[in-house]
């Protein structure tokens, strides 16, 4: 045989063994689980931005999540285009009408914040701070340490989160950058040594270990359901095993114990803005019954705290196309002892 016939064999082998432990793995990923972590917490992301993107009233649909859902755990972003404007002049009236109306409720909040944010576009850097790499990072840190020095005091904050899924190369943003991550990470540090700091990552694009390196707590996405131009919906042939291993993964490369699913597809995910397609499109990806079915997933997995991604679109639903089943079924999840 020649060398290359060896080669040939040798890759051949490789190829093999590589095929055929992908196949172990996707078989023990799927392997049934029967328990379920039914005390798990359930929480919400809620944006303001976007609530208004949809043309609800973001006031209104924050009090019906706190009041009629009964939701107290939130996640919170604070956009940096949105809290500074204007370089230098910081309006947070927004964020703490969040937080005052949490607080009369006992909620308690994660304070997301960064120049990559919960939402479509991702990233929300002011147009002003984008005059250079340099003026954007040295004003993206100026911007969080002003944000942490607001709420510093705050009861309401339970924990920061810094950057969303900042490894991800996803959405309008600059290439991700863990220098200026650990940056931004010091700078809270300095400003607050009393809380944990939650850094994120995508639950199936990403090892997680770059993320929970850097975290007190790490965060992990969890979608069951996308769509991808050219295939069309595509759901992920993973099973709850797949987030325990990729756990056990960051327990031993990154000395992390401590997860949460910071964000469960609780919404649509279709070709284009989700609240333009119709809403058969919609209920393909997401309806009451795939809504029951992700939380019961996530529950499986056995993190502590889920927090939930989609009332906007809920209450959308609820209250401009006469469709409030999704609304009533994330009541039944969030009060089950409620009848």
């Known amino acids: 045989m020649g060398i290359i016939g060896s080669l040939a064999k040798i ?3 490789t190829v093999g063994a590589i095929l055929g432990l992908a196949i172990i793995l996707l078989g023990y990923f799927n392997l049934p689980i029967q328990n379920t972590t039914q005390d798990a917490q359930l929480g919400m992301t809620f944006s303001n931005k976007y609530a208004a993107s949809i043309g609800v009233d973001w006031r209104a649909n924050y009090i019906a999540m706190l009041d009629d859902l009964k939701i107290r755990k939130i996640r919170i972003p604070v956009y940096w285009d949105l809290v500074e404007a204007k370089k230098g002049e910081y309006d947070f009236s927004e964020v703490d009408w969040q937080l005052q109306e949490a607080g009369k409720r006992g909620a308690e909040v994660i304070l997301a914040m960064g120049q990559k944010t919960p939402r479509w576009p991702e990233c929300n850097i002011p147009a002003w701070a984008m005059e250079s790499d340099a003026v954007r990072k040295s004003n993206l840190l100026q911007y969080i340490n002003a944000t942490t020095e607001h709420y510093k005091n705050n009861p309401v904050v339970k924990y920061w989160q810094v950057e969303n899924e900042p490894f991800l190369p996803f959405g309008i943003c ?3 950058d863990g220098t200026l991550l650990d940056s931004e990470i010091a700078v809270v540090k300095r400003v607050d040594r ?3 700091i939650i850094v994120t990552d995508s639950g199936e694009l990403s090892l997680w270990i770059q993320a929970a390196r850097r975290a007190d707590i790490f965060g992990t996405t969890m979608y069951r359901t996308i769509w991808k131009k050219g295939i069309g ?6 099973g709850p095993r797949f987030f325990q291993f990729k756990h056990l993964l ?9 997860a949460i699913v910071i964000e469960l597809q609780a919404e649509p995910w279709i070709g284009g803005s989700t609240t333009d397609g119709l809403l ?3 209920f393909k990806s997401m309806n009451p019954q795939q809504l029951r079915d992700n939380v019961i997933y996530a529950q499986q997995v056995g993190f502590p705290e889920i927090y939930l991604w989609g009332v906007e679109w809920w209450y959308w639903l609820k209250t401009t196309q006469g469709h409030p089943e999704l609304w009533d079924t ?3 999840l969030y009060n089950p002892s409620v009848k």
Not at 250 to 258: D, Y
């Open 194 to 196: 009393t809380r944990e």
């Open 233 to 238: 919906y595509f759901e992920y042939p993973i």
């Open 11 to 13: 890759l051949a082998v």
């Open 280 to 282: 058969a499109e919609q």
């Open 250 to 258: 960051i327990r031993l490369f990154a000395g992390q114990t401590k």
């Open 330 to 332: 994330a009541r039944e």
């Open 174 to 176: 600059p290439p991700p």
